[in-house]
């Protein structure tokens, strides 16, 4: 009888592990941003054409960010 009530608390301590954590799976990191940014940096320090790698790398970005917590 012990043995069972262990079994069914560790599938429910699994179940809400897996209910806390599904949010946060998703999320973009600081390296993705920070990668999706490099070819701006020359741009941002010293003006002139955007170069078109920036303009992919914040499109990409973009469309990463699908929910109000990744943007």
């Known amino acids: 009888?012990?043995?069972?009530?262990?079994?069914v608390l560790c599938a429910?301590?699994?179940?809400a592990c897996m209910v806390v954590a599904a949010p946060y799976?998703?999320?973009?990191?600081c390296g993705q941003v920070t990668s999706s940014f490099v070819a701006c940096?020359?741009?941002?320090?010293q003006?002139?054409?955007v170069p078109p790698a920036c303009c992919h790398?914040?499109?990409?970005l973009?469309?990463?960010a699908k929910t109000t917590l990744d943007r």
Do not use: C, E, H, P
């Open 1 to 7: 009888m012990a043995s069972m009530v262990m079994r």
């Open 12 to 15: 429910i301590v699994i179940v």
């Open 25 to 29: 799976s998703d999320a973009i990191t």
């Open 41 to 45: 940096f020359g741009y941002l320090k």
């Open 47 to 49: 003006g002139g054409a």
């Open 57 to 60: 790398g914040v499109v990409g």
């Open 62 to 64: 973009s469309n990463t």
